[in-house]
Nanobody, 126 residues
Framework: VQLQAFGGGLVQPGGSLRLSCAAS????????RGWFRQAPGKEREFVSA?????????YYSDSVKGRFTISRDNANSTVYLQMNSLKPEDTAVYYC???????????????????WGQGTQVTVSS
């Protein structure tokens, strides 16, 4: 299994970035993807998740709700995180994660995901 996260970079406050998470080697039934981030000196935290086989399909942390949008390309296994109105506190390494499924609060927990990408750096600074 390989997960590749890319699309990070340096952006000014108020700007936008789109992260991508490309997956290969996952079972065809795999339907859960999550984004987590870790800032220097802080613990890894949940950002967003999507599960396209569950009743509720998208999840967001309160800190990004209304600014970030998670989506999936139906043609492949790529999941996107559109990040708008970026703030300096969004600066972190962003990781994508995957597993067969998740539901409810499980989608918010890092321990629910068995597969992880390498991370991509997002820096929001003027």
């Amino acid at each position: 299994v390989q997960l590749q996260a890319f699309g990070g970079g340096l952006v000014q406050p108020g700007g936008s970035l789109r992260l991508s998470c490309a997956a290969s080697g996952l079972p065809a039934s795999s339907s859960a993807r999550g984004w987590f981030r870790q800032a220097p000196g802080k613990e890894r935290e949940f950002v967003s998740a999507i599960n396209w086989r569950g009743r509720r399909s998208t999840y967001y942390s309160d800190s990004v709700k209304g600014r970030f949008t998670i989506s999936r390309d139906n043609a492949n296994s790529t999941v996107y995180l559109q990040m708008n109105s970026l703030k300096p506190e969004d600066t972190a390494v962003y990781y994508c994660a995957a597993d067969n499924t998740c539901s409810g609060y499980g989608c918010y927990r890092a321990s629910s995901y068995n597969y992880w990408g390498q991370g991509t750096q997002v820096t929001v600074s003027s």
